[in-house]
Structures are given as C-alpha cells and as structure tokens.
C-alpha cells in the first residue's frame, strides 16, 4: 500500500467514522422503523372517557396565556372531564386577569389558579397533588393545543395499559415565523421548525418503538396519575425536571415511555439567537446532571450496550470532544501536506450525506402530518431549509458544546450568560490582558 493511500485511508476513516455511525446509520435505521411503525398501527376506538387534568406552569405569560387556554377549550374532548391547573410561579404582570376573564366566558371549563413561588418543578409538584382523574398532561403555557390532542392521548392510553407516560408532538407555529420582519432570524425560525418535526416524528419516534426515550418534552408530557405518584416527583436540583421524571419512570419503575405521535403542540419560535444559545444550553446541562444523578443506577429496561443513559451520554458528551478537535484539525492538515482537495471533498461529501440524513427525516415527517395539513403544506413549501439544515446544526453543536463547558459551574440556573454577553466577557478579560501590551505598541509607533 502506497504511503499517500494509507494517508487517506487514515484520514477517511478517522473524520467519517463517528458521523458515519452515530448520526448517518442510526439515523437510516431510525426512518425505517418509523416508517414501517406508521403503516402499521392500528387504532380501536375507547367507549370510556375519563378525566384528565392539564397543569400549565404561569410565568410572565400574559401574551400568551388566553391562546393556550382557548385551545384546551377548544377540545373536542369533553370539557367537563377536564381539570386546568394554572400553577403560578410568581408572575407579576396580567396573567391572573387573563384567567380571571377567560374562566368567566368559558363557565364550563373547570379551572384553579394555583400560586407556588418557589420554582417551576416546586410547582408541578403542588399541582401533581392537586390533579383529578386518570392522566395527567403538562404543558408550557406558550403553546396551543391541537383540537385532537387530549383524545389522542387518551386513546392511546387506554389502547396501551403497559405505557406509563407520553410525550407529545411539538411543532414550531410556522405562522409567527412568517410575521417576523427580521429575514435572518425568521431562516433560523425555520430550521428550527425543521428540527423539531424531525426530533420528535422520527427521533423520538424511534425512541418511542425501542423504549429509549431519554426525556419526555417539558413543552408536552403526559403521565398515569398513579405511576407519577409512585416516584420521586419532579426534582427542584436540576434543569432538567423532566429528564429526571423519565429516568425516574423507566430506571426505578421499570415503565415504558412512549411518543403520541398524533398529539400535536405548536409552541412560538425561537426569538433570537442569544434565546437559541440559553434554551439549548439549558438543555445540554440538564442532560448532565440527570444521568449523574443516575450514574449508580442500574437501567431496568435496557442492559449493557443498550443502556438509554450510557448511549445517551456517549453520543452527546464523549464524542463531542473528538468532533471538536477535527474541525480545527482541518486547518492544520494542510501544513502536514494533506492536499486541499481532498480536505475540501471530504467537507463536501460529509456535508451532503447530512443533507441526504435530513432528507429522510423530511420524508419521513411528512407521512405523520397528513392529519395537520397546515404544518405539511408549510414544510413543503420551504423544503429548501433541509440544505441549510447540517449548518443549523453545526451552530447547535457549539451551544452545547458550551453548555457542556460552562456545566462545570458548581450552580446552574435557568437564565445563563448569553452569547452576547460572553462574547463580551471574552473580549474584556482580552484587553485586560494584552491591553497594556497595544498601548506600549500604539506609543512606540507614535514615536517612531
């Protein structure tokens, strides 16, 4: 074998093989099964409906409160086997006014303004001791409900007495995208709209089918009334509550979790790139901490390779590193004689086999929002985004790499620093350090 054959073979292997198999093979297999999932199901109609409540954690959420609670209202559930907890986390603009008027036109729909100061999983707790009926559904009170979504849910329920807790569907509301003036953020509103009709119709679906869900969607979860009250409930030293309530269900309890894949929530859009760089840091840093929380607990649904938390913390964490150090690594290659074609071919190659990923989750998408004709129509239409999509994500792969970094703090907190304001710390510490540094310069070369 030549030396500059084994050269590239050294080269293509290392730089395609953790992509190739993380996210392009998982990612073929994970289609598939959803597919063949779909074509598959079958549905028995329920001849009992029981009751349900919603809890909706109420923070500063006066512009959207009325359109959340108008969708519930708008089930074509029966109403009177509906209970809403507001849980209020200690809003200070007209979110109790909003539920004051709304609960007077809509009589028949049973609703408690419930005040628990002290954090949101504090919250959700008082309101789990609260609930009424059979299940119990969350959702963030800056969404709408499909008119569908608590019978489906129900339904699937009642059909699967062996599931004890669902996520929804959340989608981006693509209408508020098209209202934002601002061209560059309404493109990554869009790929965000992407991304999450991708994660959830066919990641979590996946998931779903193989009971490998790591977090039910704190936008959108549902739980058996009784399996809930046998954990913990919701852990108030985390970010990430949710996680923990799954991990919970499956490790200690030994329940399947699954995806309602007809449930649907649509929340708002992303509002800018430093809301973008919080939430998904947030994300990563609860991810942390609850499969540290779980380091020393035995998996009781899946063993060995299979683990859920071990898969999950090697796919996101241990193999970030090797990511990261092979993307500046390609500066460097050329000074080590590697040719700049083959440098560039392999970006270009790597780059389409993402593009063409994306497109299988795109297709696959499509087949599960037959019901939701608005949200499909609006992804044909801009199908182009799934060509900006393995961009969108490279900039994701950063804010978790962030997240993962700054999660070394000893305390976390729901609002982190914000790029701006990094960037910003960044460049003060450096004309802290080096600013004696230019002013000497800056007076030398005056003098000269």
């Known amino acids: 074998m030549s030396q500059e054959l084994f050269r590239e073979f050294i080269f293509w292997g290392i730089w395609l093989i953790i992509p190739l198999c993380i996210d392009i093979i998982s990612g073929i297999i994970g289609c598939i099964f959803v597919i063949k999932s779909h074509f598959t199901k079958d549905s028995i109609e329920i001849e009992f409906l029981p009751n349900v409540t919603i809890m909706i954690p109420v923070y500063h959420s006066a512009k959207t409160l009325e359109s959340c609670l108008a969708s519930i209202a708008r089930q ?7 209970l809403v907890l507001l849980l209020n986390n200690g809003s200070k603009d007209e979110s109790y006014d909003i539920f004051c008027r709304f609960q007077e036109r809509n009589p028949k729909l049973r609703m408690w303004w419930v005040d628990s ?14 609930a009424d009926g059979k299940y119990i559904i969350n959702i963030d009170s800056d969404g709408v409900l499909d008119k569908s979504a608590i019978g489906n849910i129900v339904e699937k329920f009642e059909q699967n007495q062996d599931i004890y807790a669902m996520t929804g569907v959340v989608l981006i509301d693509h209408q508020q995208i098209e209202e934002n003036k601002n061209l560059n953020i309404k493109f990554l509103q869009r790929c965000e709209a992407f991304e999450y009709a991708e994660a ?9 089918y193989s009971n490998t869900m790591f977090t039910l969607s704190g936008a959108f979860s549902c739980y058996r009334k009784d399996i809930v009250y046998k954990t913990q409930l919701y852990n108030s030293e985390t970010l990430g509550e949710d996680a923990h309530m799954t991990s919970q269900i499956r490790n200690l309890i030994k329940g399947k979790i699954s995806l309602c894949e007809n449930a649907f929530f649509y929340v708002d859009p992303i509002e800018s790139f430093d809301k973008l760089y919080i939430q998904r840091q ?3 840093r609860g991810e942390i901490e609850v499969a540290s929380l779980f380091k020393d607990t035995v998996d009781r649904s899946k063993k060995g390779l299979f683990n859920v938390l071990k898969y999950n913390m090697l796919k996101d964490h241990t193999l970030v590193f090797p990511r990261f150090i092979w993307l500046f690594a390609m500066v460097y290659l050329i000074f080590f004689d590697y040719p700049l074609k083959l440098i560039i071919g392999a970006n270009i190659i790597m780059y389409l086999a993402y593009v063409l990923n994306s497109l299988l989750y795109f297709r696959a998408s499509k087949l599960f929002l037959k019901e939701q004709p608005d949200a499909s129509s609006y992804m044909s239409t ?15 792969f950063f804010m978790r790499l962030a997240g993962i970094i700054n999660a070394a703090e000893k305390y976390a907190a729901w609002n982190t620093k914000t790029l701006s304001q990094e960037k910003k710390q960044i460049w003060d510490i450096l004309n802290k350090r080096f600013g004696f540094y230019y002013k000497i310069k800056s007076w030398i070369n005056s003098g000269a």
Do not use: T
């Not at 959830?200 to 779903?208: C, E």
């Not at 801009?382 to 994701?396: A, G, K």
């Open 382 to 396: 801009h199908w182009y985004i799934v060509f900006l999509l393995p961009l969108y994500r490279l900039m994701v």
């Open 200 to 208: 959830f119709l066919v990641g979590r679906g996946f998931q779903s």
């Open 76 to 82: 074509d559930y029966p109403l009177k086997n509906i």
């Open 117 to 130: 100061p002290n954090g949101k999983s504090k919250a959700l707790n008082k309101g789990l001791y609260m």
């Open 282 to 284: 947030r994300w990563q």
